[in-house]
């Protein structure tokens, strides 16, 4: 089974990730199951009296009850609560929406990997200044971690993580600055690719910054039942390069790279 730990700020979009991300695996017939370390917490929480609401109250109550279970009986008591009730081999994918604490993350990136919600969310009040807020803040991305970006719409939000299932990282940087939005309604199936060549990239990146290229919406290529990225040059709207082909990429980039030479 492989972990896959999800980090962030409250509010960040961590659980929409995972629904994302679980229902991506099991449209590609992965076994998969999907877990919270709060799960216990809450549990625990009903039996103080919390109403399920996370005001701020709620959300007090919750942090007292994992501290409280953290101080008397371990600092891993929740963790392995969840290992005992979701034991590694039960499924090919387990998904955790709810890592906070540096050795939840060690745990996930040992069993697996870490991903990162990142571009909104984030508490207010003394329920910000908790460990559990703050733990993570100044743990550096992993080498093997994803950062997902979430400052989008939800379609956008859904690019973002089809592109960390296909490739296990993507280059965030140029998905932001190409402005890759809204799929509507694509096939179960469709995937979206982006350009596999370093060259490409930084040239693309290169020449959107200076206005000379756009990248298009994404449009449905019935060939082969895939959604694909046009780039296209500014001055007369000329495609450059698709993200599957229709021209060589490395012909696409030394254009690019000609035309910014030849703006300076």
Known sequence: MKVIGIAGKAGSGKNTVAGILAGLLLDQEHTVHLDAIAVGIK?????????GKKDEAGRALLQRVGDEGRSSLGPEWWLDLLRLRSPLGTAEFLIVPDIRLIEEARWARRNGVL??????????????EHVTEMELRGLPLGESDTEIRNHGSIDELMILVKHAVADGRYDPDLLELASVIAQRDPPPSATLDIWPSERMRVALRAAIRAGQAIVRE??????????????RRVEDNAMLCTTQGHRRVEDAAAELEAMIAASR
Request: glycine share 16%; hydrophobic share 40%.
């Open 115 to 128: 991903w990162w919600v990142s571009g909104r969310g984030g508490l207010s009040g003394p329920a910000a």
């Open 218 to 231: 994404p449009f449905f290529d019935d060939d082969d039942g895939e959604y694909r990225l046009e780039a």
């Open 43 to 51: 549990r625990a929480a009903w039996r103080c009296g919390w109403n």
